[in-house]
């Protein structure tokens, strides 16, 4: 019933940019925090970038600040990381993660590759 699904990712030079989107259905979008989680081969899934619920606040791993924005339409159960200057050290798959009390969902992932 719950589904977040991403969109968005591929394959980008240095210095781009992308923007993923994830849609979401089947719980109450607006009073959930939406995160963005990237994991590399090899690595643990690491947290990116999240929004509170109702979009006040948000935060960002140290190595995207100034270059990823995170954003939701709450109206379109739309949650959005708008990626610029994009390095090859952004190469992972992203997932979009939407979390509330004991409810954890997450999306299959959207592969973004830096490279030239």
Not at 55 to 61: C, I, Q, S
Not at 66 to 78: C, P, Q, V
Request: aromatic share 12%; charged share 15%.
């Amino acid at each position: 019933q719950v589904q977040l699904v991403e969109s968005g990712g591929g394959l980008v030079q240095p210095g781009g940019s992308l923007r993923l989107s994830c849609a979401a259905s089947g719980f109450t979008f607006s009073t959930y925090a939406m995160r963005w989680h990237r994991q590399v081969p090899g690595n643990e899934r690491e947290l990116v970038a999240s929004i509170s619920s109702y979009g006040a606040v948000t935060t960002y791993v140290d190595s995207v600040k100034g270059r990823f924005t995170i954003s939701r339409d709450d109206a379109k159960n739309m949650v959005y990381l708008q990626m610029n200057s994009l390095e090859p050290e952004d190469t992972a798959v992203y997932f979009c993660n939407a979390r509330k009390l004991s409810y954890n969902y997450w999306g299959q992932g959207t592969q973004v590759t830096v490279s030239s």
